[in-house]
């Protein structure tokens, strides 16, 4: 993704990408500060933000096309 494609990018698009990110870092972090990596309190909020993440970007992926 280059600057002038970032530059257009929706901002919401944008926000559900994130949101994805935040959930991999989310868990990431989680199993190596606290050396639990199967904890299902953990998965519970990784894959709300995870599920959230990939739908939004999913969604506004879509360009406005007239059918």
């Known amino acids: 993704m280059n600057v002038n494609e970032l530059k257009s990018l929706n901002p919401i698009k944008l926000f559900y990408m994130v949101l ?8 990431i972090s ?9 904890d299902s309190g953990l998965y519970s909020i990784v894959i709300i933000f ?8 999913l969604l506004y992926s879509k360009k406005n096309e007239i059918v």
């Open 20 to 27: 994805a990110v935040v959930a991999i870092l989310i868990y």
């Open 30 to 38: 989680w199993g190596i500060s606290f050396g639990v990596w199967w």
């Open 50 to 57: 995870l599920g959230f993440g990939i739908t939004g970007t």
